[in-house]
Structures are given as structure tokens and as C-alpha cells.
T-cell receptor, first 115, second 110 residues
Framework: GAGVSQSPRYKVAKRGQDVALRCDPI?????LFWYQQALGQGPEFLTY????????KSGLPSDRFFAERPEGSVSTLKIQRTQQEDSAVYLC?????????????FGPGTRLTVT | AQRVTQPEKLLSVFKGAPVELKCNYS??????LFWYVQYSRQRLQLLLR??SRESIKGFTADLNKGETSFHLKKPFAQEEDSAMYYC????????????FGKGTKLSVKP
């Protein structure tokens, strides 16, 4: 079956613009995670959904970052008034459930460049 | 604080040589540790996890709680092993987000 998909794959935004990044998890996966990966770094956790409920948003770097998953499937990460430090690859991952037995499957990422 | 440290940014070995990618962690609890791999132009994928105690593509990793390490080893490296390798720690509780190290780029030369 299809894996996690993300769109767009690449996004260039001028500083101050708003952007929206989409994640389509694997069908039936309850848990959805967003990570931010800056150049030369490992992925860093942003936020987590269980179905439509956002259970943890402790990793969101500022109130300019907002994520939603209104119907418990597709998720959107929105960044308002983008800044240069927002340039990174944004990764989405899904898993059937949370807990030790369940693997997180990653999407290809969206590379955001803020100019 | 929960942290994963991969001290080497780049590791270069010749084909057939043994390889060891180092990973140390800091976690107050019972850790769950993973190695993820990212081949060129591919997405991040799970290589192995400590609870499975399995060998994948000839790689093994043993959790050493005394040294708080989870080093990845392979006795004979192959060129197709060239990739970025990330060690990751899963937070306990019901949530389970991953905490990653900065990654080590493995280059296997012919």
C-alpha cells in the first residue's frame, strides 16, 4: 500500500509569508507526528496527534506554528509570517498506534526555504 | 534531560572492514532505542530496535545500560551501507515521539 505522503515536496517562501504543509498518513494509522529537521541536524519533534486530538504540541517553536488534523486522517502544519530560521525539512510520520510495538513510518518530507 | 548523542558526523571505512556507529543516550527511565537509516534520495526508515534483538542487513546493536550506549555494528561493511544513520530514543508513556541524534554519515569505499 501507499506510504506516508507529503506535499508540496519543496516550498520557497518569502519572509513574512504564510505556508501550509500537508501530510497524508497511512490509512488507518491513529498516531501522527510532525518533526522539523534543520540542515545537519537530526529530526526534532514538533507535535503529536492521536486521531483528531492534538495531545502534545510542546515542540512547536513559536505561536506562529499551528497544526491540525480535523478528521483524524490528513494533517496540515501551518507556519505564519515565516522567518529564515524556519528553513528546514518538515517530516511527518504515522504509526498504527503509539507504544513500543508500533513503528513510525516517515514521509519524504517538505523542504521549506525562506528567503 | 533526554538526549541522544552521536559523536561522529562522518565515518569512512573500506568495503569489508568492520564498522561501529556510536550512540549514547541520557534518559531517566527504561529506554526504548532505535536506529533509523536514510539512503540517498530515500525517506527515513527503521533499521532496527533494541527490543527486537534482531539483525537487519547484517547490523546489530546492543543496549548497554551501564554505559548508556546503543552502538550499531556490522562486521563487514558493504558499499550499499553508505547512508545517514540516526540513533533515536522513544519517550516513555503513551505518546511515543522520538528523540533523534544528529546522525552519522557512513561512507563505505570500494
Amino acid at each position: 500500500g501507499a506510504g506516508v505522503s507529503q506535499s508540496p515536496r519543496y516550498k520557497v517562501a518569502k519572509r513574512g509569508q504564510d505556508v501550509a504543509l500537508r501530510c497524508d498518513p497511512i490509512s488507518g494509522h491513529v498516531s501522527l507526528f510532525w518533526y522539523q529537521q534543520a540542515l545537519g541536524q537530526g529530526p526534532e519533534f514538533l507535535t503529536y496527534f492521536q486521531n483528531e486530538a492534538q495531545l502534545d504540541k510542546s515542540g512547536l517553536p513559536s505561536d506562529r506554528f499551528f497544526a491540525e488534523r480535523p478528521e483524524g486522517s490528513v494533517s496540515t502544519l501551518k507556519i505564519q509570517r515565516t522567518q529564515q530560521e524556519d528553513s528546514a525539512v518538515y517530516l511527518c510520520a504515522s504509526s498504527l498506534r503509539t507504544g513500543r510495538a508500533y513503528e513510525q513510518y516517515f514521509g519524504p518530507g517538505t523542504r521549506l526555504t525562506v528567503t | 534531560a533526554q538526549r541522544v548523542t552521536q559523536p561522529e558526523k562522518l565515518l569512512s571505512v573500506f568495503k569489508g572492514a568492520p564498522v561501529e556507529l556510536k550512540c549514547n543516550y541520557s534518559y531517566s527511565g527504561s529506554p526504548e532505542l532505535f536506529w533509523y537509516v536514510q539512503y540517498s534520495r530515500q525517506r527515513l526508515q527503521l533499521l532496527l530496535r533494541h527490543i527486537s534483538r534482531e539483525s537487519i542487513k547484517g547490523f546489530t546493536a546492543d543496549l548497554n545500560k551501564g554505559e548508556t550506549s546503543f552502538h550499531l555494528k556490522k562486521p563487514f561493511a558493504q558499499e550499499e551501507d553508505s547512508a545517514m544513520y540516526y540513533c533515536a530514543l522513544k519517550r516513555g508513556g503513551s505518546q511515543g515521539n522520538l528523540i533523534f541524534g544528529k546522525g552519522t554519515k557512513l561512507s563505505v569505499k570500494p
